[in-house]
Nanobody, 117 residues
Framework: QVQLVESGGGLVQPGGSLRLSCAAS????????MGWYRQAPGKQRELVAT???????NYADPVKGRFTVSRDNAKKTVYLQMNTLKSEDTALYYC???????????WGKGTLVTVSS
């Protein structure tokens, strides 16, 4: 079993930055995929960024060049550095973990990011 707890959300002005963190507990492997999804009001949950084996990364087109996903396997933590934030980045951001051995997905409860002046 894996538990995920996000932190770092909040209110930020357009053009500002935020750093999200997600601490995992349970049996974690460096080969498993971790990352972030988001869900804006009235929209479906969508991929933001993931980081997997060998620290390979994958980003959704809207965040490329602005967001950076990273992980610290010793701390069992994944991060999302968000720069040049836009109003359309406003959403509930969910931490994600996929255990490759079982293909089971785990989700955090989410942290709210609001980009507004």
């Amino acid at each position: 079993q894996v538990q995920l707890v996000e932190s770092g959300g909040g209110l930020v002005q357009p053009g500002g930055s935020l750093r999200l963190s997600c601490a995992a507990s349970g049996t974690i492997s460096s080969i498993d995929t971790m990352g972030w999804y988001r869900q804006a009001p009235g929209k479906q949950r969508e991929l933001v960024a993931t980081i997997g084996l060998g620290y390979s990364t994958n980003y959704a087109d809207p965040v490329k060049g602005r967001f950076t996903v990273s992980r610290d396997n010793a701390k069992k933590t994944v991060y999302l550095q968000m720069n040049t934030l836009k109003s359309e980045d406003t959403a509930l951001y969910y931490c994600y973990y996929r255990k490759l051995s079982t293909r089971v997905d785990y989700w955090g409860k989410g942290t709210l990011v609001t980009v507004s002046s």
